[in-house]
């Protein structure tokens, strides 16, 4: 198993610096990760130091709360397309899932679905502020919907990836739609542990630590 194609090479705080940025990217190409996912100012800055490479770019929209107006998301993701992202990762209204607004969510997920046209979308659920039946119906939206990934977590509540949740996702999806791990996946063995239990990709920080086997401080993604 190559974990490293798995892994979404992630700096997504608020106090990310260029420099930050620069590292990410050397250390996904050093790596050979799926791709840098950062926040939507830094695109056309990945996209330049990644030129050449098999690294894809990454960007969140909608990021970490998931409460802008759907038009809005709408308007950043097409945004963040025209600057050169390759992946999508949005956060759903999660006070509409909270409050049993489903046909809000699902419009919402539509619109920004809609203005990725061909590039491939992942939606963030944050499992760990939704109850099983949120996730199983969230899970049965997406895949009505056909986006390519639903995601664990933003990294940044108060838990993360949870096995029990991505077993949860993995048999209400599609098979179409594949699943995203992210959140406190720090070490090769839970980065095995959630290929196992269904995720085709991983969103974390630790990716360096993860392939190489060395420690790495707690963080939230």
Not at 31 to 52: E, T
Not at 147 to 154: D, G, I, M, W, Y
Not at 198 to 205: D, I, K, M, Q, V
Request: charged share 20%.
């Amino acid at each position: 198993m190559n974990i490293a194609r798995y892994i979404d090479h992630t700096a997504l705080s608020a106090d990310t610096t260029i420099a930050k940025i620069n590292q990410l990217c050397q250390e996904a190409i050093s790596h050979h990760f799926w791709s840098v996912c950062i926040n939507p100012a830094y695109i056309s800055l990945a996209k330049s130091l990644l030129k050449d490479t098999d690294v894809k770019v990454c960007t969140v929209i909608g990021f970490p709360l998931g409460a802008n107006m759907p038009e809005v998301k709408a308007y950043e993701t097409k945004l963040a397309i025209d600057a050169g992202t390759d992946e999508v990762d949005m956060v759903v209204n999660i006070g509409w899932v909270k409050s049993g607004l489903w046909e809000e969510v699902k419009q919402d997920i539509s619109l920004v679905f809609q203005a990725c046209d061909q590039t491939p979308l992942k939606v963030i659920f944050e499992t760990c502020l939704l109850t099983d039946d949120e996730i199983i119906k969230l899970s049965k939206i997406c895949s009505e919907i056909g986006v390519a990934f639903v995601k664990t977590s933003t990294g940044f509540s108060h838990n993360g990836a949870t096995i029990e949740a991505v077993t949860i996702m993995q048999q209400h999806v599609s098979e179409n739609v594949k699943i995203k791990a992210s959140g406190g996946v720090r070490s090769k063995e839970t980065a095995e542990q959630m290929i196992k239990a269904g995720a085709s990709r991983l969103g974390t920080s630790s990716g360096v630590a993860i392939v190489t086997g060395m420690a790495t401080p707690n963080s939230q993604y």
